[in-house]
């Protein structure tokens, strides 16, 4: 890598609002908040509004769209056209 162009990587904390949830992992973001983290040392501290533990994917809370039933009430609604 060239030296000098690249943003700096390093352990950032981000704190997920929704859900009350953090992590510790590494990242080119910046932040100039900081937080004290449970191994006592202070990180910059990113919020964000959503992670795995809000997402309603990864909590099992996503509805799932009944494809099928909208194609028998559409041809209930519509009725089925003859000859296919």
């Known amino acids: 890598?060239?030296?000098?162009i690249h943003p700096s990587y390093g352990p950032v904390v981000f704190r997920d609002t929704a859900a009350d949830f953090a992590f510790l992992t590494r990242s080119t973001m910046t932040s100039d908040r900081?937080?004290?983290w449970?191994?006592?040392?202070?990180?910059?501290v990113v919020d964000v509004e959503t992670s795995s533990a809000s997402h309603p994917f990864y909590t099992g809370t996503a509805r799932v769209?009944?494809?099928?039933?909208?194609?028998?009430?559409?041809?209930?609604?519509?009725?089925?056209?003859?000859?296919?």
Do not use: C, I, S
């Open 38 to 44: 449970e191994d006592g040392n202070t990180y910059p």
């Open 65 to 84: 769209l009944d494809t099928a039933g909208r194609v028998e009430r559409f041809e209930r609604r519509y009725g089925r056209r003859e000859g296919q």
């Open 1 to 4: 890598m060239k030296p000098g």
């Open 34 to 36: 900081t937080v004290e």
